[in-house]
């Protein structure tokens, strides 16, 4: 008797694909991006490997498609933009490390980034998810001329802390509370979005004037 998976839908089951999303989901948290094969997919979700290839058309295919069903950083920044702009940079670092700390939200960003390390295709599709979803958004909020550049720039500074904190875990940062964090880091993401804060003048400006000021 041939016990190999049979081609097509799987008899009994209305929903294949979420069934191998499901499977693809737990492996890649449990094993990362590079371990984990189309082939053994396909044994553990009881369906031919060719299937996934239709749903998804590769295993980066299907990966970006499980990525959608954890925390999607794209959607926290858009709940973030509804909010003023002038506390964006504290709510930005609270919400970061809510997330990342989370094991079952934390542990599947953790493999895309090790993903995309390992993978020019992959780092290329999530550049452009970035691009597009965060930098490009985040500058139709801010306005303003350069508001792409800083918006790049801001979001450049959060994978900063993403790198040193949960990937390298460098100290101080990698043991510092969100509130520790936000003091640290917080002045220097509102000086990328805002500019610097100007001083306010003092009585002892206007005596000395412009030229002593």
Known sequence: M?????????????????????????????????????RSLAADAGVDAALISYYFGSKRGLFAAVLELTLNPADV?????EGELESLPQRAIRALVAGWDRPETGLPLLTAVRAAAADPALATLLRGGLQREMVDRLADRLGGADARHRAGAFVGQLGGLVFTRYLLAVEPLASMTADEIVRTLGPALRTTLFGPVRRAATGDDHARGPASA
Not at 5 to 27: C, E, F, K, Q, Y
Not at 77 to 81: D, I, Q, T
């Open 2 to 38: 041939n016990s190999s998976p049979r081609r097509g839908r799987r008899p009994g089951s209305p929903d294949v694909r979420a069934t191998i999303l499901a499977v693809a989901r737990d492996r890649f948290r449990r094993e990362g991006y590079e371990a984990v094969t189309m």
């Open 77 to 81: 920044l858009a709940s973030l933009l």
